[in-house]
Nanobody, 115 residues
Framework: QVQLVESGGGLVQPGGSLRLSCAAR????????MGWYRQAPGKERELVAV???????NYADFVKGRFTISRDNAKKTVYLQMNSLKPEDTAVYYC?????????WGQGTQVTVSS
């Protein structure tokens, strides 16, 4: 059984930073893309950032220059460094990965940006 274990969410003031982590546990190999999505109350889930197994990255326009995605293939872990956080970044953040054509999702971690 494959599990994606997320951590790092929480409450932060505007302008602050958080680092999310997502580790894949279980019998999983040949991970291709790894990414982060988010879903705010009343809104659809949206892509935040994605990184390929070769290290190429792609970001949503609303996080460019503020968020950085990275991965550690040996640890089967993807990270999201979030800087200059804004109240509109408040959402549940989900990690996602693709392995041999199968998509997996984390359970979600809450990020709240508020003073």
């Amino acid at each position: 059984q494959v599990q994606l274990v997320e951590s790092g969410g929480g409450l932060v003031q505007p302008g602050g930073s958080l680092r999310l982590s997502c580790a894949a546990r279980g019998w999983i190999f040949s991970i291709n893309n790894m990414g982060w999505y988010r879903q705010a109350p009343g809104k659809e889930r949206e892509l935040v950032a994605v990184i390929t197994n070769g290290g190429s990255t792609n970001y949503a326009d609303f996080v460019k220059g503020r968020f950085t995605i990275s991965r550690d293939n040996a640890k089967k872990t993807v990270y999201l460094q979030m800087n200059s956080l804004k109240p509109e970044d408040t959402a549940v953040y989900y990690c996602n990965l693709d392995a041999r054509g199968i998509g997996y999702w984390g359970q979600g971690t809450q990020v709240t940006v508020s003073s």
